[in-house]
Antibody
Framework: QVQLVQSGTEVKKPGASVKLSCKTS????????IHWVRQAPGQRLEWMGW????????KYSRKFQDRVTITSDTSASTAYMDLNSLRPEDTAIYFC??????????WGQGTLVTVSS | EIQMTQSPSSLSASVGDKVTITCRAS??????LNWYQQKPGKAPKLLIY???SLQSGVPSRFSGSGSGTEFTLTISSLQPEDFATYYC?????????FGGGTKVEIK
């Protein structure tokens, strides 16, 4: 069965970077796009960007374009999201999600990132 | 950026009630509109894609309709497990954007 399993909780100081992972199984990793979406406390879901796991093409939200890098490791069937210059307002749960024809059919369980001095 | 507006932001309903949630887009998204259900501490779950297609495994009491800028999600007979927050998402263009959510609570 399709699974996306994300890395564990992170606590970072302002200005630091964080790299989250999303390990997939149960399907052909290189045939799909993986999205990253975050949710700050009490806020709506916010799209950050995507990567085509097969060819490495990426697309980022302008809001995060200068700070985010999404990569994939086909040998490990894993996608990564690197966010730098962290600020307290980046405190959120970060989700990865597989795209199936312009909708997200499978999601990871989420990773809590807390940014605090 | 396409703005997505949901109404109401919350509602109280009883088991067995029919519930309708509306999602409006600031410009046409054609039929590229998805609905998700989210429970506290969990990831969103896809219910409806392409405005009206039911995701595999989702109960048939959920349905979606609409096109262009106005969409609805209907739950024909609310069940105890349906108490959650519902989000619409447009996938017509990037940045993909979500509505603010509709929290469905027990009356």
């Amino acid at each position: 069965q399709v699974q996306l399993v994300q890395s564990g909780t992170e606590v970072k100081k302002p200005g630091a970077s964080v790299k989250l992972s999303c390990k997939t199984s149960g399907y052909t990793f290189t045939s799909y796009v993986i999205h990253w979406v975050r949710q700050a406390p009490g806020q709506r879901l916010e799209w950050m960007g995507w990567i085509h796991a097969g060819n490495g093409n990426t697309k980022y939200s302008r809001k995060f374009q200068d700070r985010v890098t999404i990569t994939s490791d086909t040998s490990a069937s894993t996608a990564y999201m690197d966010l730098n210059s962290l600020r307290p307002e980046d405190t959120a749960i970060y989700f990865c999600a597989r795209e199936q024809q312009l909708h997200n059919d499978y999601w990871g369980q989420g990773t809590l990132v807390t940014v605090s001095s | 950026e396409i703005q997505m507006t949901q109404s109401p932001s919350s509602l109280s309903a009883s088991v067995g009630d029919k519930v309708t949630i509306t999602c409006r887009a600031s410009q046409s998204v054609s039929g590229y509109l998805n609905w998700y259900q989210q429970k506290p501490g969990k990831a969103p779950k896809l219910l409806i894609y392409s405005a009206s297609s039911l995701q595999s495994g989702v109960p048939s009491r959920f349905s979606g309709s609409g096109s262009g800028t106005e969409f609805t999600l209907t739950i024909s007979s609310l069940q105890p497990e349906d108490f959650a927050t519902y989000y619409c998402q447009q996938s017509y263009m990037t940045p993909l954007t979500f509505g603010g959510g509709t929290k469905v609570e027990i009356k």
